[in-house]
């Protein structure tokens, strides 16, 4: 069963970072890509980044280039995504999801966490 598992959200302010972990199981971890996503109140959901887990090519959404940082451990089938120069328009619930390749469009993406809430006060 494939799972992920989203962890290190939080309430920090303007300016701050944050790390995110999501931890997957149930398929080979290197053999796909893994994305972050983020959907705030009233809006849609949104692409954030993503990883190839075989190659390391990474790709990010403007919004949050210079910003935000993704990486993975593969030893410990994880990818992170360090958020740095937080701004309360990064405010949303953040998800990681499964796909074949580096891409930002939703529907590549077979399976996703639960969600874990960001929340950057001004």
């Known amino acids: 069963e494939v799972q992920l598992v989203e962890s290190g959200g939080g309430l920090v302010q303007a300016g701050g970072s944050l790390r995110l972990s999501c931890v997957a199981s149930?398929?080979?971890?290197?053999?796909?890509?893994i994305g972050w996503f983020r959907q705030a109140p009233g809006k849609e959901r949104e692409g954030v980044s993503c990883?190839?887990?075989?190659?390391?090519?990474?790709y990010y959404a403007d919004s949050v280039k210079g910003r935000f940082t993704i990486s993975s451990d593969n030893a410990k089938n994880t990818v992170y995504l360090q958020m740095n120069s937080l701004k309360p328009e990064d405010t949303a619930v953040y998800y990681c999801?499964?796909?074949?390749?580096?891409?930002?469009?939703?529907?590549?993406?077979?399976?996703w966490g639960q969600g874990t809430q960001v929340t950057v006060s001004s």
């Open positions: 999801a499964t796909t074949t390749w580096v891409t930002l469009q939703e529907y590549d993406y077979d399976y």
């Open positions: 990883i190839s887990t075989s190659d390391g090519s990474t």
């Open positions: 149930g398929f080979t971890f290197d053999d796909y890509a």
